[in-house]
């Protein structure tokens, strides 16, 4: 087993205290602070030389969150800490990992260059937009899913037998495949085409999805255009309900108000992006229990695909 000390940054204190009491272990000093013009500054209150330090960090925007992991970092190599573990459960930009157009970035790259030359060792994450984003690290990635705790609410929730499970694009269809291996269910996929980042101009059901209880899985919900879109569609196609399980709840815009006043029985999101506040027909899984577990197993040498596969302590 190898020592290592947890530490937040300020936006990760919540998530923090669950995964440092699931591990039984205490949160490290870590002072974070702004100048007056909203320059961040970090530091360590505590010597850190020659140790694994392990950075909660949730990067959501606004991007001082992603600033004050860089310089976190840099102070961390600075401090000659030996291994810099970064705990980064949702990549802000995962959705620019390709040029869809010309003239544009691959934003997503540039963020993974940035973490890396600032002086990362190793990177956990959760449910990745896209597997080829890992391509853009040189470091390890460790890369984690939340398909054992989302089956096991749909076991609780949903008669098995009538769900249809369903991919709002092409992009999920890997990812409701992996639960349709443990589900033993229909499948859907839907075509959506945009017309700008954000705006959905079309959609066209692939599937039988009549008097069935609907799964939507999706990496994110940002302004829940895609997922209200598709619930429409879906009950207009005789479907009996629409539940949908999304990681990353960006919740950007009215998006609250936009789920509430659709047709979507329940959404379910993680905290992998701190919230305030959820709608009611919303619920939270918390991530930190499959992080904790995860954290475990590296520093005790053991198999994360193992625990990918049945999510077993
Ligand atoms: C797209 O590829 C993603 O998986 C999500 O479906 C999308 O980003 C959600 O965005 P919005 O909620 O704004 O439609």
Redesign the pocket.
Known sequence: MHSYTVFSLSNSLSLTDSISHLLRKRVGKLYATKFSDGEVYTRFDESIRGETIVLIAQINLPYTNLFELFVTIDAARRASAKEIICVLPYLPHS?QERKDDTRSSISARLIADFIEHAGADRIITIDM?STSIEGFYNIPIVHIFMNNDFVRHIHTHLNPENICLCS??F??LKRIKQYKTILNCDMAVIHKERLRP?Q?SSMEIIGEVKDKDIVII??????????CKAADLLLQQGARSVHAYCTHG?LSSN?VQRIESSGIQKLVVTDTIPHEKLGKNMELISCAPVLASAIDRLMRNKSIQQFNQTGLP
């Open positions: 959705r937009h709002p694009d992009g999920g954000n959905v999706d990496d994110m919900i940002d302004t829940g255009g895609t997922l960006v998006a």
